[in-house]
């Protein structure tokens, strides 16, 4: 069976702090990897998206890693904002199936 | 652009009665579809996915089903609510490019 943790399960930082979230994973035989935003009550945002052949991905403020040899996966937020107060998730495909597994993610709280 | 609708947003029902939740996905086609549920303080469980027209895979023995009538419609059903059935479902698609795109989330309280 497939596991995803994510540290911290919460964190509080100053506005204007560089985070970094990790997650990590056991699927030696990982498909890709994704990153989402979840607001309260709503639905999941779509991040950023890294294949299991590449090692970064970008967008914005935000960079994604991914390391297959260790297992782990970190998303970078630069110069963090009250708006990016939100729970990030970080899922794994597998290659043998369609099924993502979840982390139960990160509660971001970014203090003004 | 490619969208995913579902409905919905919110559904308050008694035990016993019957559940309908439905998913669309505009602009693309043979979608890989899928419903999963968020309860509270749980991470997401994968109920059901499909990847074509009459195909179902159940993840999970529950009180629950999925149908895929049509290439782009997934519906979420129940034929008697349980208390047990409650929680936050969400409906999502992927396609050739391997990611997921979730819809807004139906949230339902069964009472």
């Known amino acids: 069976k497939q596991e995803v943790t994510q540290i911290p399960a919460a964190l509080s930082v100053p506005e204007g702090e560089n985070l970094v979230l990790n997650c990590s994973f056991t699927d030696s035989a990982i498909y890709n990897l994704q990153w989402f935003r979840q607001d309260p009550g709503k639905g999941l945002t779509s991040l950023l998206l890294?294949?299991?052949?590449?090692r970064e991905q970008t967008s914005g403020r935000l960079n994604a890693s991914l390391d297959k040899s260790s297992g782990r996966s970190t998303l970078y937020i630069a110069a963090s904002q009250p708006g990016d107060s939100a729970t990030y998730l970080c899922?794994?495909?597998?290659?043998?199936?369609?099924?993502?597994?979840f982390g139960k993610g990160t509660l971001l709280t970014v203090n003004p | 652009s490619q969208t995913i609708h579902q409905w919905p947003a919110t559904l308050v029902q008694p035990v016993g009665s019957p559940l309908s939740l439905e998913c669309t996905v505009e602009g693309t086609s043979n979608p890989n579809l899928y419903w999963y549920r968020q309860a509270a303080g749980r991470g997401l469980q994968l109920l059901f996915y499909?990847?074509?027209?009459?195909?179902i895979s159940s993840e999970v023995p529950q009180n629950l089903s999925a149908s895929r009538p049509q290439d782009r419609q997934f519906i979420l059903s129940s034929k008697k609510l349980l208390l047990s059935d409650s929680g936050f479902y969400l409906c999502?698609?992927?396609?050739?490019?391997?990611?997921?795109?979730f819809g807004s989330g139906t949230r339902l309280t069964v009472v």
């Open positions: 899922a794994e495909r597998g290659g043998s199936n369609y099924k993502l597994t």
């Open positions: 499909s990847v074509g027209i009459g195909q």
């Open positions: 999502a698609w992927s396609g050739g490019g391997g990611g997921y795109t």
């Open positions: 890294i294949q299991s052949s590449q």
